[in-house]
């Protein structure tokens, strides 16, 4: 199944006087990490919805944690010395556990899940922790 993680607002695009980065993770890597630019960013993932003697489980490359506490990373961070690489100093879990099963074994093979969150924490900062609803809304939607 697709999955778009949409953000906006975005925070103050400097964090500890350097130039603030996101991306995704996948497995221990920040995928594609971008600079906080515009309005909006958007990233698009995947994972696979698997069903088991007990239930459906999510999984893929870009799934975190056990099964029953599933996540995806959202991580921020800075330039690493080598190009690509990003000295994460956050990390938001957009959990997905609050997803219902049913919803997703019945979505169309080209729905995709779309989870719109604001990426500014109470503070002003990026959003880190565990993030849930309200504070991150899940829908399926046509393409």
Known sequence: ???????EPLPPP???????LV??????VVVD???????????????DVVVTSDGVDLRGPWVQGRRG???????WGHA???????????????MLGVLDPADLLD?????????RLSLVDPRGGPVCAAVRPPAIRWTLERP
């Open 23 to 28: 991306g995704m993770q996948r497995g221990r």
């Open 80 to 94: 690493g010395r080598d190009p690509g690489d990003v000295d994460t100093v956050r990390r938001a879990k957009l």
């Open 33 to 47: 990490p971008r600079p906080v630019e515009g309005s909006s960013m958007a990233f698009d993932v995947s994972l």
């Open 107 to 115: 979505a169309a093979e080209d729905d995709v899940l779309v989870g």
């Open 1 to 7: 199944m697709d999955v778009r993680i949409v953000g």
């Open 14 to 20: 400097v964090l500890g006087g350097r130039g603030l």
């Open 69 to 75: 506490d599933r996540f995806l990373y959202l991580c």
